[in-house]
């Protein structure tokens, strides 16, 4: 079965830190970027960070810039996003997703997107609940 899953969330204080993993099964991520998203009750999900296929891209969104970094480990098959200095205003549940970014993309510089929509077709997690108290 190919399938993402999230690990790592739970209840932290404001000021705290997390470290989310997102572990594939069934497929190697060494052809995928990856993406992490979160939505909060009532928001809509929202781009937090990717990292492209090799590792040598990553981004994120103004909100967690500073404080969160995402990486990689394809020989373990693991993506992580390290949480930190996390606020109130982070509690969500994450998801990770991946899109494939296969041999068609070696002719382009790395790159990866925060925009749910281009993993539409691709992979996703069932998500971990992150919960930052005051």
């Known amino acids: 079965q190919l399938q993402l899953v999230e690990s790592g969330g739970g209840l932290v204080q404001s000021g705290g830190s997390l470290r989310l993993s997102c572990a594939a099964s069934?497929?190697?991520?060494?052809?995928?970027?990856i993406g992490w998203f979160r939505q909060a009750p009532g928001k809509e999900r929202e781009g937090v960070s990717c990292?492209?296929?090799?590792?040598?891209?990553?981004k994120f969104a103004d909100s967690v810039k500073g404080r969160f970094t995402i990486s990689r480990d394809n020989a373990k098959n693991m993506v992580y996003l390290q949480m930190n200095t996390l606020k109130p205003e982070d509690t969500a549940v994450y998801y990770c997703?991946?899109?494939?970014?296969?041999?068609?993309?070696?002719?382009?510089?790395?790159?990866?997107?925060?925009?749910?929509?281009?993993?539409?077709?691709?992979?996703w997690g069932q998500g971990t609940q992150v919960t930052v108290s005051t």
């Open positions: 997703a991946a899109s494939f970014h296969g041999p068609a993309w070696d002719t382009v510089p790395p790159t990866c997107t925060m925009t749910a929509l281009e993993y539409e077709d691709d992979y």
């Open positions: 069934g497929f190697t991520l060494d052809d995928f970027a």
């Open positions: 990292i492209s296929r090799g590792g040598s891209v990553t």
